[in-house]
């Protein structure tokens, strides 16, 4: 049984470009969520998508944005890079009778 | 405002010794919370957690402890191994699956 996977591992990217990052929930999953690690920094909440739709966001501008597919799957958009949106970014999921939050490796992003 | 937050940013200790990783936390609501462990290059681990309704919960050579009173959460490391190196990040729960990040401890464990 294959856990969360993200791709691609490695990104570059120069400022205003768009990005989109992809994760593939834990088989039995139904919720996402993205995070932002920056270097040194605890994850921080972007987004959680459930039932294809945003259920809940932290405090990210709309330049990041998020889909949500019927096999559960979800992409992470970003507009317009920003030198300060270099970080990892990781993929949750969740489902189930506790709600354990699973994490895939993550996305290492680089804005130059 | 609401943070959670860890007391050191490093902690090392000898092999074979125990580990204590402290987290503060601010919110009296959050009613559930998270140790994950990160590893060089990946992504966080969960360890154990927590409810509000409990003060301690043990799993295998790690333990949590809850204190509502001070808003004070540890995770206890038992014999700690060089297999323990990593950040570990107490996290609260709000809501539906909405997690809080501290910034994490760097555990380093000496041979």
């Known amino acids: 049984d294959a856990g969360v996977t993200q791709s691609p591992t490695h990104l570059i990217k120069t400022r205003g470009q768009q990005v989109t990052l992809r994760c593939s929930p834990k088989s039995g999953h139904d919720t996402v969520s993205w995070y932002q690690q920056a270097l040194g920094q605890g994850p921080q909440f972007i987004f959680q998508y459930y039932e294809e739709e945003e259920r809940q966001r932290g405090n990210f501008p709309d330049r990041f944005s998020g889909h949500q597919f019927p096999n559960y799957s979800s992409e992470l958009n970003v507009n317009a890079l920003l030198l300060g949106d270099s970080a990892l970014y990781l993929c949750?999921?969740?489902?189930?009778?506790?709600?354990?939050?699973?994490f895939g490796p993550g996305t290492r992003l680089t804005v130059l | 405002g609401e943070s959670v937050g860890l007391h050191l940013p490093t902690l090392s200790v000898q092999e074979g010794d125990n580990s204590i990783i402290n987290c503060a936390y601010s919110?009296?609501?959050?009613?559930?919370f998270i140790w994950y462990k990160q590893e060089s290059g990946k992504g966080p681990q969960f360890i154990i957690d927590i409810r509000s309704n409990m003060d301690k919960r043990q799993g295998q050579r790690v333990t949590v402890l809850l204190n509502k009173t001070v808003k004070h959460l540890s995770l206890q490391i038992a014999a700690t191994q060089p297999g323990d190196s990593a950040v570990y990040f107490c996290a609260e729960r709000r809501g539906n699956n909405d997690m809080r990040f501290g910034a994490g401890t760097r555990l380093t464990v000496k041979p």
């Open positions: 919110n009296s609501a959050s009613d559930y």
């Open positions: 949750a999921s969740s489902g189930g009778r506790y709600n354990e939050q699973f």
